[in-house]
């Protein structure tokens, strides 16, 4: 069963592309820059960047902002707070917080490809206070603790 997820162009964003999979198979929706003029993007330096569109997604989904294998491998340029969560009830304006860990400045120009976006389902969790948890053969351990291999 399909979901419907709303997508509105904002006010001076007609000529930019509607979020697409670029393969039959592809799980995520490219994302397209909606700079009004080009954004150089200096290494080490973060920038947020318009998408001039909207959504309305129907409860139990959200939408997941992710990087761009293609610009991560080729000049260093990623998301940060990966994923970024759009959650169902936003009504603003998606935008992409993008970083460049390359060594060199990376032009950012309108209708360029940026990131994508994948919906996910979210399940309705309650949490329930408990004064003792159930134990686990793993316990406590955490970050590196089964050493490494």
């Known amino acids: 069963m399909p979901y419907y997820v709303e997508i509105n162009k904002l006010a001076g964003n007609e000529d930019i592309e509607l979020p697409r999979k670029m393969s039959e198979l592809a799980s995520g929706f490219d994302l397209y820059a909606a700079v009004?003029?080009?954004?150089?993007?200096?290494?080490?330096?973060?920038?947020?960047?318009?998408?001039?569109?909207a959504l309305a997604m129907p409860a139990g989904l959200e939408a997941q902002i992710r990087p761009r294998?293609?610009?991560?491998?080729k000049h260093g340029i990623t998301c940060l707070n990966t994923p970024g969560t759009i959650d169902a009830d936003y009504r603003g304006e998606?935008?992409?917080?993008?970083?460049?860990?390359?060594?060199?400045?990376?032009?950012?120009?309108?209708?360029?490809?940026?990131?994508?976006?994948?919906?996910?389902e979210v399940p309705q969790v309650e949490l329930k206070q408990v004064e003792v948890l159930s134990e686990t053969v793993r316990g406590s351990g955490g970050f590196g603790h089964t050493g490494r291999k």
């Open 36 to 53: 009004t003029e080009d954004v150089v993007l200096e290494p080490g330096k973060r920038c947020l960047i318009p998408t001039g569109l």
């Open 69 to 73: 294998s293609g610009l991560a491998y």
């Open 94 to 120: 998606i935008k992409v917080l993008l970083i460049n860990l390359g060594d060199d400045p990376f032009t950012i120009v309108r209708n360029e490809r940026i990131a994508q976006m994948v919906f996910q």
